[in-house]
């Protein structure tokens, strides 16, 4: 039994090796599909290591984002996010509140006095003719002091290797299910995901203490889709809800993948999968001087492929009165909670 990743109030977030699903014997494979079914039932999250996103890429990832996010404001918005069916593009600091709320005026009067401290750039799968993403121009003046000139083959690249992790993900779930492993390929075989690059810029100390209402980098959430692959920095300021209502940090640990589930597998499993809430905060490191120093974070946002219509999973229920959500079509889902984001 390998430690866990985060254990604190009762949350209890599972450091699993990823590899013995993808490449070990049929025992372990098995084990190691119920850990990350049982990490999504009680935690809603888990960490997992040896995944096939290597350090070198993982890297490489990070630092063109980086570069992407020391371009001038203007050239950014040339690129900006414009509606919910696309959902490509950037977004300015504040453009963006995470949060439960439902009410578009409540979310306004958040977003207006504790906006979140962030920019980002959403990514989607390359080739969608309808809503094509927004590349930098890597041929500027701009652009070439930056250094992004193979930005958009890179993002292009880990798309795609994110995407495999999420089929693997939800082969995974379907084995711990006691489903064929193959029951949700179909589901997940267009690649209807979002990769997102964050930026959270400086931020000086006080800030976090100026606000009546708690200031944060990121307000508290679920996630909308599936599942979420995180990739972290080494900052911090993640943290989880327990079950008991406490926030609780979920630590960067080197080299895993922090994968949460998200509000329509919570929806599709019939509630027996959990979408827990979470947030970004101040660091719980104090910085040296006055300023927190940036933190960067990858997101990858996974989905059924927009078509598809999601019914309560074989086995999550044992009558027809039983299943807790009428059917529903996943893109008309997700641009239902995004358009109340932005």
Same mark, same amino acid.
Request: charged share 25%; aromatic share 10%.
């Given at each position: 039994?390998?430690?866990?990743?985060?254990?604190?109030?009762?949350?209890?977030?599972?450091?699993?090796?990823?590899?013995?699903?993808?490449?070990?014997?049929?025992?372990?494979?098995?084990?190691?599909?119920?850990?990350?079914?049982?990490?999504?039932?009680?935690?809603?999250?888990?960490?997992?290591?040896?995944?096939?996103?290597?350090?070198?890429?993982?890297?490489?990832?990070?630092?063109?984002?980086?570069?992407?996010?020391?371009?001038?404001?203007?050239?950014?918005?040339?690129?900006?996010?414009?509606?919910?069916?696309?959902?490509?593009?950037?977004?300015?600091?504040?453009?963006?509140?995470?949060?439960?709320?439902?009410?578009?005026?409540?979310?306004?009067?958040?977003?207006?006095?504790?906006?979140?401290?962030?920019?980002?750039?959403?990514?989607?799968?390359?080739?969608?003719?309808?809503?094509?993403?927004?590349?930098?121009?890597?041929?500027?003046?701009?652009?070439?002091?930056?250094?992004?000139?193979?930005?958009?083959?890179?993002?292009?690249?880990?798309?795609?290797?994110?995407?495999?992790?999420?089929?693997?993900?939800?082969?995974?779930?379907?084995?711990?299910?006691? !489903?064929? @492993? %193959?029951?949700?390929? /179909?589901?997940?075989?267009?690649?209807?995901?979002?990769?997102?690059?964050?930026?959270? +810029? #400086?931020?000086?100390?006080?800030?976090?203490?100026?606000?009546?209402?708690?200031?944060?980098?990121?307000?508290?959430?679920?996630?909308?889709?599936?599942?979420?692959?995180?990739?972290?920095?080494?900052?911090?300021?993640?943290?989880?809800?327990?079950?008991?209502?406490?926030?609780?940090?979920?630590?960067?640990?080197?080299?895993?993948?922090?994968?949460?589930?998200?509000? !329509?597998? @919570? %929806?599709?499993?019939? /509630?027996?999968?959990?979408?827990?809430?979470?947030?970004?905060?101040?660091?719980?490191? +104090? #910085?040296?001087?006055?300023?927190?120093?940036?933190?960067?974070?990858?997101?990858?946002?996974?989905?059924?492929?927009?078509?598809?219509?999601?019914?309560?999973?074989?086995?999550?229920?044992?009558?027809?009165?039983?299943?807790?959500?009428?059917?529903?079509?996943?893109?008309?889902?997700?641009?239902?909670?995004?358009?109340?984001?932005?």
């Amino acid at each position: 039994m390998e430690k866990a990743a985060v254990a604190d109030d009762g949350l209890l977030i599972p450091l699993i090796d990823l590899s013995k699903f993808l490449s070990g014997t049929e025992e372990q494979r098995v084990e190691t599909a119920k850990a990350i079914l049982h990490g999504f039932q009680t935690a809603g999250f888990v960490y997992l290591k040896n995944t096939p996103i290597d350090p070198a890429t993982r890297k490489h990832v990070f630092d063109m984002s980086a570069r992407f996010f020391t371009l001038p404001y203007e050239d950014k918005l040339k690129v900006g996010w414009t509606t919910p069916e696309a959902n490509r593009g950037y977004s300015a600091p504040g453009r963006e509140k995470v949060t439960q709320l439902k009410n578009l005026e409540d979310v306004a009067k958040l977003k207006e006095s504790v906006p979140d401290m962030k920019e980002s750039i959403e990514i989607g799968r390359e080739g969608e003719p309808k809503y094509p993403n927004q590349w930098p121009d890597e041929t500027t003046a701009a652009a070439q002091e930056s250094e992004i000139a193979g930005f958009k083959a890179t993002m292009v690249d880990f798309h795609d290797k994110c995407k495999a992790v999420h089929v693997e993900v939800m082969r995974a779930i379907a084995v711990g299910m006691g !489903l064929g @492993e %193959r029951h949700f390929d /179909d589901y997940v075989d267009v690649g209807d995901n979002t990769l997102r690059l964050l930026h959270y +810029p #400086p931020v000086a100390r006080d800030v976090f203490r100026s606000s009546k209402v708690a200031q944060v980098r990121a307000g508290e959430h679920s996630d909308y889709g599936s599942i979420t692959l995180l990739f972290q920095d080494s900052r911090g300021g993640l943290q989880v809800k327990s079950p008991n209502g406490k926030f609780v940090d979920a630590t960067p640990i080197d080299d895993t993948i922090v994968v949460n589930a998200g509000d !329509l597998l @919570e %929806r599709w499993s019939n /509630d027996t999968i959990k979408s827990t809430i979470h947030r970004v905060v101040e660091p719980p490191a +104090p #910085p040296a001087g006055e300023t927190y120093p940036p933190r960067y974070s990858v997101a990858y946002f996974c989905n059924p492929n927009f078509k598809s219509h999601i019914e309560a999973i074989p086995g999550t229920y044992a009558t027809e009165s039983e299943k807790k959500y009428e059917g529903i079509n996943t893109g008309k889902y997700l641009v239902q909670r995004l358009a109340a984001t932005y």
